[in-house]
Each structure stands twice: as structure tokens, then as C-alpha cells.
T-cell receptor, first 113, second 114 residues
Framework: KAGVTQTPRYLIKTRGQQVTLSCSPI?????VSWYQQTPGQGLQFLFE???????NKGNFPGRFSGRQFSNSRSEMNVSTLELGDSALYLC????????????FGNGTRLTVT | AQSVAQPEDQVNVAEGNPLTVKCTYS??????LFWYVQYPNRGLQFLLK??????LVKGSYGFEAEFNKSQTSFHLKKPSALVSDSALYFC????????????FGAGTTVTVRA
């Protein structure tokens, strides 16, 4: 089975721009979560989608949004980029149920200049 | 609120020696506990989990972890460390019925010297 695929791997944007990141989960996985990883804040939960519905949301401003499509693929969007948005954005999928582990992609490294 | 702490930023061991990475948690209710490992420029890889039952759980790559309810700990262990075990390790906790969110510790960098 193919793993979680995130595109692009690297992205450089300018302050004020917007960006869209893409995630393709493992086949059959209906839950997709997004995390932001930075050296100072560690891993912070952004949101989780299940069957196209946002099931949970972390403490991020409204500039961060996401969606999930009927094929379980997910996108997250960040508008009006700030320097502090520079981070590794990780997507993870799981088969379902509370005890299933997350399977992570290799992330998208976003740099905001 | 649920939280997890990894008290050591870094752990250094010699190859062949035992490796322990510490994790403590604070939750209301019975936790589900997980360990993940991250290699440079990669995503996190699942190592093992504790849900219920036997307090000693075995996982991938020879790692194991012991759940201790009285000490609210879930330390990761490996009897004989390898240089290739050098990586960033994360402990994570989820409380059932708590919105399915997985809370991660800050991470512990493990360096195994040859």
C-alpha cells in the first residue's frame, strides 16, 4: 500500500500570500489530520477531517482552513501568510477508531519570507 | 485538558547500551498512549501503543514501553541501542471521548554513538 503523500515537499512564499497544501491518505483511510511542526512549539494539532466533515479543530486563527474531498484527499489553506507560519506541515491518516495509530506523510516544508 | 511531558530534551547513549526515553502524562480518564519516531526530513513513524491490558507493550525495531498508572508514565525502552536509532522521539496521548485529538510531547532527541 502506498503511504501518505503530501505535495509539494517544499514551498517558499512571501508574506501576505496564500498557500494550499495537499494530502493523499492511505487507500481506505477516511480520517485525515493536519499538524504544524516548529522548533519552538513542537507538534500542534490543526484539524481533523472524517468523511468530508471537520471533526475537530485546534487553536489556530481562521487564516488556517481545510477541507476533505469524497475520495478522502485533503487540502489545507493558509491565507495572508505571516513569517511565523514557516513550519513543517504534516498530514496523517488513519483507518478509523480511537485506537488506530496515525500514519504520517513526509510533510510540506513552508518557508515564508 | 490532556497533556504529555517528555522531561529530557536529549538522551545520549553508547551503541549496545540500554536506551530509555521518558514520558509522563496528565489526563482525566484512561489514556491511549503512543510512541512515534521521526528521522530527519521525514514524517513521524508509529512505534507502539498502549490501549489496555498488559502494561508492557512491544513495538517495532525492538522497542518496548511500560505503562505505569500510579506514576502516570509510559517510558520507551530498548535493551541494546543502535546508531540507527538516533532520531527524534515523540510520546502522544489521546483520551477516549475527548474529540479524538492526539496531543504530543515536545520530543526527545536520541543520539547513539558508535
Amino acid at each position: 500500500k502506498a503511504g501518505v503523500t503530501q505535495t509539494p515537499r517544499y514551498l517558499i512564499k512571501t508574506r501576505g500570500q496564500q498557500v494550499t497544501l495537499s494530502c493523499s491518505p492511505i487507500s481506505g483511510h477516511r480520517s485525515v489530520s493536519w499538524y504544524q511542526q516548529t522548533p519552538g512549539q513542537g507538534l500542534q494539532f490543526l484539524f481533523e477531517y472524517f468523511s468530508e466533515t471537520q471533526r475537530n479543530k485546534g487553536n489556530f486563527p481562521g487564516r488556517f482552513s481545510g477541507r476533505q474531498f469524497s475520495n478522502s484527499r485533503s487540502e489545507m489553506n493558509v491565507s495572508t501568510l505571516e513569517l511565523g507560519d514557516s513550519a513543517l506541515y504534516l498530514c496523517a491518516s488513519k483507518a478509523g477508531g480511537e485506537v488506530s495509530p496515525l500514519h504520517f506523510g513526509n510533510g510540506t516544508r513552508l518557508t515564508v519570507t | 485538558a490532556q497533556s504529555v511531558a517528555q522531561p529530557e530534551d536529549q538522551v545520549n547513549v553508547a551503541e549496545g547500551n540500554p536506551l530509555t526515553v521518558k514520558c509522563t502524562y496528565s489526563v482525566s480518564g484512561n489514556p491511549y498512549l503512543f510512541w512515534y519516531v521521526q528521522y530527519p526530513n521525514r514524517g513521524l513513524q508509529f512505534l507502539l501503543k498502549y490501549i489496555t491490558g498488559d502494561n508492557l507493550v512491544k513495538g517495532s525495531y525492538g522497542f518496548e514501553a511500560e505503562f505505569n498508572k500510579s506514576q502516570t508514565s509510559f517510558h520507551l525502552k530498548k535493551p541494546s541501542a543502535l546508531v540507527s536509532d538516533s532520531a527524534l522521539y515523540f510520546c502522544a496521548v489521546r483520551v477516549p471521548a475527548n474529540d479524538y485529538k492526539l496531543s504530543f510531547g515536545a520530543g526527545t532527541t536520541v543520539t547513539v554513538r558508535a
